[in-house]
């Protein structure tokens, strides 16, 4: 009876010990699909390969390089109580967004989060950027460029103000990849082929667009 019980116990700590090390991928990517989440969201690219009309087929924003665009700890929060990131709608200037993506329970915010995090792209070089306070970048942010006539951020007192037409920036710092920002301030069109942002290469020096993604990747989350 003793040794039953003993084997039985071992059997179930073989299954948790597998599925806490490279199972879940696997297990998320099929949650991925079964919650009709690959119906709004690309999770193959890169975005050259897709039309225009292929992009607009969707209702959500492209995935593919997830895992170099978020953080773990920000994404797995996300899932399971996402809160709106655009002011508006995605890929509309008119309409509010409605606050209503779908939510992930449990194991599956876990799996999901996983599954993304290993979708990477080597256009994203780990390392560059640190984030930290940066005077340049903050007289890029807000006055030489019109990137707060399109972006929230938080500012003294945390007071949010900004234009509503690019994603909020608030929490970006917690949010997105330090890394990813600089690569994509680069170049955006590589990740965004549809509702891309300027791009800001040739306009600003390379020191310059790393002076303003340090900036940004300080941003935190406003105090509650
Ligand atoms: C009906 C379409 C739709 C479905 C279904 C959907 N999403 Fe989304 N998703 C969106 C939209 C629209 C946004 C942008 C939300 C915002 O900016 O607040 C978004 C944003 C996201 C983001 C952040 C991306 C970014 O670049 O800001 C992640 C991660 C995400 N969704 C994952 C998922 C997962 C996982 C599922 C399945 C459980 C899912 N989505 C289902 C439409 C959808
Ligand atoms: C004309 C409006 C506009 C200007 C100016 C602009 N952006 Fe953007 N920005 C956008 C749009 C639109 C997106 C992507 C939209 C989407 O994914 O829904 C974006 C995306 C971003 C993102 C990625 C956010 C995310 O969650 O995907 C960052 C970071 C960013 N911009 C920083 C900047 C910085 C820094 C500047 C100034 C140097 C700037 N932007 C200027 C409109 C703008």
């Known amino acids: 009876m003793k040794s039953i019980l003993k084997a039985a116990l071992s059997t179930a700590f073989l299954i948790a010990a597998a599925s806490s090390s490279s199972a879940e991928p696997a297990a998320g990517k099929a949650v991925f699909e079964a919650k009709g989440c690959a119906q709004c969201h690309y999770t193959d690219g890169p975005a050259r390969e897709k039309t225009i009309d292929d992009q607009l087929a969707k209702k959500g924003p492209e995935l593919w390089y997830a895992g170099?665009?978020?953080?773990?700890?920000?994404?797995?929060?996300?899932?399971?109580?996402?809160?709106?990131?655009?002011?508006?709608?995605?890929?509309?200037?008119?309409?509010?967004?409605?606050?209503?993506?779908?939510?992930?329970?449990?194991?599956?915010?876990?799996?999901?989060?996983?599954?993304?995090?290993?979708?990477?792209?080597?256009?994203?070089?780990?390392?560059?950027?640190?984030?930290?306070?940066?005077?340049?970048?903050?007289?890029?942010?807000?006055?030489?460029?019109?990137?707060?006539?399109?972006?929230?951020?938080?500012?003294?007192?945390?007071?949010?103000?900004?234009?509503?037409?690019?994603?909020?920036?608030?929490?970006?710092?917690?949010?997105?990849?330090?890394?990813?920002?600089?690569?994509?301030?680069?170049?955006?069109?590589?990740?965004?082929?549809?509702?891309?942002?300027?791009?800001f290469a040739g306009i600003l020096k390379d020191k310059d667009i790393k002076n303003v993604a340090t900036y940004v990747s300080n941003f935190k989350a406003k105090k509650k």
Not at 179 to 186: H, N
């Open 68 to 199: 170099s665009k978020f953080q773990k700890g920000w994404l797995a929060g996300w899932l399971a109580d996402p809160k709106p990131i655009r002011p508006l709608k995605f890929n509309s200037l008119d309409e509010e967004n409605a606050d209503d993506h779908p939510k992930l329970a449990g194991d599956d915010a876990a799996n999901v989060t996983d599954f993304l995090m290993s979708l990477t792209v080597d256009a994203v070089e780990a390392g560059v950027i640190k984030p930290k306070r940066n005077v340049k970048g903050k007289q890029i942010f807000i006055k030489k460029m019109p990137c707060s006539g399109c972006h929230q951020a938080s500012g003294r007192k945390g007071k949010i103000s900004g234009g509503r037409s690019g994603p909020s920036l608030v929490g970006a710092g917690e949010r997105l990849n330090p890394d990813w920002i600089y690569a994509y301030l680069k170049n955006p069109t590589v990740f965004k082929p549809v509702k891309a942002m300027p791009t």
